[in-house]
């Protein structure tokens, strides 16, 4: 049970501060939301925010946090943070759109530090897209997979960099 910020002694059961199909789980002495299809998390100071969409994590995210991924992630992932880590964590970017990847701030790192291998695969134009940063980009660990679809016509680029500097390893 949650107590009620009114000043009566009235208390609310979890369930009312979560939406449907929710619940809450003890974990540590600390209620967390369970059955959550995260995506992503970010552990800040100890504390672990976990994100159901990715977007919502970049979003969160501050310079110094590291996104994690928990799950393999079929979309594009757009990048306008400084100093903000992404790490694949043995899952896979899979894009079939323009951009698997794209970064426009500085001391951005892309890396993967599960021993599972992380790839990055786009099989319709660019893997990842670094434009106009201030600071350098680190991409390490991943694997960039071009596989082109055969009807495709235009060539399938692995690292496109416009005005960047970027560290691959």
Do not use: C, M, W
Request: charged share 20%; aromatic share 6%; proline share 2%.
């Amino acid at each position: 049970r949650v107590r009620s910020s009114a000043a009566s002694d009235v208390y609310k059961r979890q369930e009312d501060y979560l939406a449907e199909g929710y619940s809450f789980t003890l974990e540590d002495g600390n209620y967390v939301p369970a059955n959550t299809a995260a995506v992503a998390e970010i552990d800040r100071e100890g504390v672990v925010y976990r994100f159901a969409e990715l977007a919502a994590a970049l979003e969160a995210a501050q310079s110094g946090d590291t996104i994690r991924l928990i799950a393999d992630y079929t979309g594009s992932i757009s990048i306008a943070k400084e100093g903000v880590t992404l790490d694949l964590n043995g899952n896979d970017i899979i894009t079939t759109g323009s951009v698997s990847l794209s970064i426009t701030a500085g001391n951005v790192t892309v890396t993967n530090s599960a021993e599972e291998e992380s790839v990055i695969r786009n099989s319709a134009y660019i893997a990842v897209y670094v434009d106009n940063t201030d600071a350098p980009v680190t991409i390490t660990n991943i694997r960039i997979d071009l596989s082109s679809s055969a009807d495709s016509i235009n060539p399938v680029i692995g690292i496109y960099a416009h005005i960047a500097e970027i560290a691959v390893d």
